[in-house]
């Protein structure tokens, strides 16, 4: 095909020059005749396809093709020829607009075939259709602009032929995005739409109403397959997926047409897209019926949604609850009136004015002898009682933008010539300022519809969201949206859900997907070698969320919040730590008082019983310091309950490791007590006059001292501090004290394991000393739990998570204090109050035999 149109552009070129040099012109081939003509000072050209198909002729190239043989008269096209007629009346009849200059038309038939529309479009750029002698070619080109033609193929093929020329092309239906390419069709302009606002409106509205599984038929043409491939490219975009996308034409074979039928039964979607003109459709609307494909939600172009013929094709409600784009409703005063009355169609064309007379009111002018049934003509039939396709008025937009695109070629035309009160010349003006011109107009019609062309050459994208509603006998269209290209992204397309009627005549949104959506909490995972449409949906993973339908991925939580169960909303995390209100904290709290409160009752009985011998054993004064020191480390406990902050982390190590440590100095002082009494009972020996009183209250401050030094240097350097663990648990956090320096707290231990190990080496050393009463057998006991207490805390303490670490703590500092509590302290308390009668000096000297 495109080397035919380079031929044809050589021999334009040459046909051209020829006139210009002033030589002869010969006709080549076959005339072309227009169907209807009137002659004017300028002319306008129109290409329409009064048939809509043609008959096949012989292709063999063994002899020369024959001219097309056209069949099958279109009505749709006598309105779009009437509607030019109008429009040039109209303009010839006005005083303001190209005054003094009248307006003539020649419109050709193209059949809907590509070749016999650039056969036409050339004719009329060359005006010598009936040059069949020698004649000078002293003649202009014949039209300053042609209208038409209806189909996006046939109009690519002229725009591309008759493009060099300059001779504008003004399109009422051709709606092909690719038109809009003025590389390859500088001369090409239109008064309807480009397909690339439809595809993208269309797109828009399947997403408005949840489908993201469709299926497509597609006119398989330049119409048809641009039209789906921009829609599959918006609709790609807003994460709708095709799952076939058919080409289909009225020449198909039956063959090719039930392979459509198969892959549409197999399908699981529900929502059929169509690109598509109602001619296909009506061999469709057919196969569906017979093949019992129902109960689809279709949606459609302007090409068919609109078209009442489709609608009265539709007899079994195949296209039942239809939606689709449709050219706004527009009225042009006369204009109905106008195509209605057919006496300017005699007149301007006779030959094919009986064609249409009798396809209209199915009569025949000549009637043959065998044909006794056919009803004969008389000339006198009235259109008022008829109702067909010609006097159905649901395509008035159409024919209004045939009448817009003369309009244009006017305005242009007075703006070149420059017409005040009548035009100065009436000669053609030159083709590529006319052109010119022509894309600047910008003009409003008499209904007040303003009309200019973009850079592109198309008009403001402007649609009509149609609906099919469906009667008892007949199809209602109903309009129940607007999409305009003018206005921001978020704001173009405009639905009145409550309107539609759906497929099956039902008020509920069909549903059209390959996968459920994802609710919230999921995220969507693309099932493997399917479209991004099919996907499975995947829990988020702890700690992450999405909160809205369709996640493609989930959120990870900020730092201090975690998901909640159904992973659809942050939380703040909980935050773990040891509290007074929680069972455990109530029982270690009720225990560490309980010890407090025995520290006192025991210290006071000793106060009570301070002048016995058992009391005064051993240095009373070491008694009650080390009671003193146990119901600290009873109370220090307390410190480690609650949520830490700065000043109960360093109270509660340093608190710890002080008491304790005077505790353990106390019991260490008793323990040289104890052996240095039975050192002085040695003849010669005066060692209790070096650890008197004085020598034992300087011991017991000099190891604290050295406690209170190693924690003032920890507090220095380093001192704990309140920290959020998040390491541990990830959907909580623990509220611990961190050491600040790990080195001061085990210096700290350390120094407490050192003194309780000393304790216990002279406790064990004197264990058997003569007495009935040895202080050290309890102390070695006491100091042997403390001990124990105190190396099974460690690993405890290490391994122990959360809160659980400073139970086993708090566990500790209470276990080995009631250790020395009870130990070093019960048996005297026993002797006391339980056997006073042997709390003598004698018995405790053991110098009268205990029974």
């Known amino acids: 095909m495109e080397s035919i149109f380079t031929v044809l552009h050589v021999v334009m070129v040459i046909m051209n020059f020829s006139r210009i040099n002033g030589t002869f012109c010969s006709l080549q081939g076959e005339p072309v005749y227009p169907q209807l003509s009137k002659d004017g000072d300028i002319m306008i050209g129109g290409i329409f396809p009064f048939h809509r198909s043609w008959e096949t002729t012989d292709m063999s190239y063994m002899v020369r093709p024959s001219p097309l043989k056209c069949v099958s008269l279109d009505f749709r096209t006598f309105q779009f020829s ?182 549409i039964k197999s399908s699981t979607s529900r929502v059929i897209v169509t690109f598509a003109t109602h001619w296909d459709l009506e061999i469709l609307l057919n196969v569906f019926y017979e093949h019992n494909i129902t109960g689809y939600q279709w949606v459609g172009t302007e090409a068919w949604i609109s078209d009442s013929n489709v609608a009265r094709m539709d007899k079994h409600k195949i296209l039942q609850g239809a939606i689709g784009l449709a050219i706004p409703k527009t009225t042009v005063t006369g204009l109905k009136e106008f195509i209605l009355d057919i006496n300017p169609l005699q007149s301007a064309g006779s030959a094919i004015f009986t064609e249409f007379w009798e396809a209209l009111f199915e009569c025949k002018y000549s009637v043959q002898n065998d044909s006794e049934d056919t009803t004969v003509c008389t000339g006198q039939e009235k259109l008022s009682e008829m109702e067909n396709e010609f006097t159905d008025m649901t395509l008035m937009p159409i024919f209004t933008n045939v009448y817009k695109g003369v309009y244009s070629a006017a305005h242009a035309l007075h703006n070149l010539l420059t017409c005040t009160q009548i035009c100065p010349t009436k000669k053609q003006p030159d083709p590529l300022t006319f052109l010119e011109h022509l894309k600047r107009v910008h003009f409003k019609t008499k209904e007040g519809e303003a009309v200019h062309f973009d850079k592109n050459g198309d008009p403001v994208a402007k649609y009509e969201m149609i609906n099919w509603q469906t009667t008892e006998d007949h199809h209602e269209f109903v309009t129940v949206g607007l999409y305009d290209s003018s206005f921001p992204a978020h704001n173009r397309l405009s639905v009145k859900m409550a309107s539609i009627v759906w497929a099956q005549n039902t008020n509920q949104v069909p549903v059209s997907v390959c996968s459920e959506s994802c609710p919230p909490g999921t995220r969507k995972a693309v099932q493997k070698g399917k479209p991004i449409c099919c996907f499975d949906c995947i829990p988020c993973a702890e700690g992450e969320i999405s909160n809205m339908t369709d996640a493609v991925k989930c959120e990870q939580c900020y730092q201090d919040y975690w998901s909640n169960p159904y992973r659809d909303e942050c939380v703040k995390k909980e935050t773990e730590f040891l509290s007074y209100e929680e069972t455990m904290g109530i029982l270690l709290t009720a225990v560490s008082i309980i010890g407090t409160v025995m520290a006192i009752i025991i210290a006071i009985i000793f106060f009570k019983h301070k002048n016995t011998p058992i009391v005064k054993a051993n240095n009373s004064e070491l008694s009650f310091l080390l009671l003193f020191s146990l119901a600290l480390c009873f109370l220090c406990s307390l410190t480690f309950i609650g949520q830490p902050s700065e000043w109960s982390c360093v109270l509660r190590h340093t608190a710890f490791g002080i008491t304790f440590v005077l505790c353990i100095s106390c019991v260490l002082g008793k323990t040289i007590v104890v052996l240095m009494a039975f050192r002085a009972t040695l003849p010669g020996s005066n060692v209790m006059k070096w650890f008197g009183p004085p020598q034992q209250r300087l011991s017991v401050l000099a190891f604290t001292l050295i406690q209170v030094l190693i924690c003032v240097l920890w507090l220095t350097t380093s001192p704990p501090f309140p920290f959020k663990n998040r390491k541990h648990y990830k959907e909580k956090i623990i509220l611990e004290c961190q050491l600040g320096s790990a080195i001061g707290f085990w210096a700290v231990l350390s120094y407490i394991g050192l003194l309780a190990l000393l304790c216990f080496i002279l406790a064990f050393l004197a264990r058997k000393l003569p007495d009935n009463f040895n202080e050290a057998k309890f102390i070695t006991f006491s100091m042997l739990i403390f001990c124990a207490v105190w190396i099974t805390f460690i690993p405890a303490y290490v391994s122990s998570p959360g809160k659980f670490t400073v139970a086993v703590e708090i566990f500790a500092i209470l276990a080995s204090s009631f250790g020395l509590l009870f130990c070093i302290f019960l048996p005297k308390c026993y002797i006391i109050i339980m056997k006073p009668e042997q709390n003598t000096k004698k018995l405790i000297m053991g110098k009268v035999p205990v029974k």
């Not at 725009?159 to 995005?177: D, L, N, V």
């Not at 739409?193 to 469709?214: C, H, I, L, N």
């Open 82 to 263: 009437q509607s030019l007629i109008f429009a040039i009346e109209e303009i010839n009849n006005s005083s303001s607009l190209l005054p003094g200059v009248s307006l003539g038309y020649k419109i050709y038939d193209t059949c809907g075939s590509t070749a016999m529309g650039v056969r036409t479009a050339l004719a009329l750029v060359n005006a010598n259709e009936n040059s069949t002698l020698h004649e000078p070619c002293t003649k202009p080109a014949q039209v300053q602009a042609i209208i038409g033609e209806t189909y996006s193929s046939v109009s690519m093929a002229i725009a591309k032929s008759i493009g060099p020329f300059s001779i504008p092309i003004i399109s009422h239906s051709s709606t092909c995005e690719c038109l809009s390419d003025k590389r390859k069709y500088p001369s090409f302009l239109r008064t309807i739409p480009s397909d690339y606002y439809q595809s993208r409106a269309m797109a828009e509205m399947v997403k408005q109403f949840g489908w993201t599984w469709v299926g497509a038929i597609r006119r398989d043409d330049d119409y048809g397959n641009s039209g789906m491939a921009a829609f599959t490219e918006a609709a790609e975009q807003l994460g709708i997926c095709l799952e076939y996308s058919l080409p289909f034409i009225r020449t198909y074979s039956q063959e090719k047409v039930l392979r459509i039928i198969q892959q």
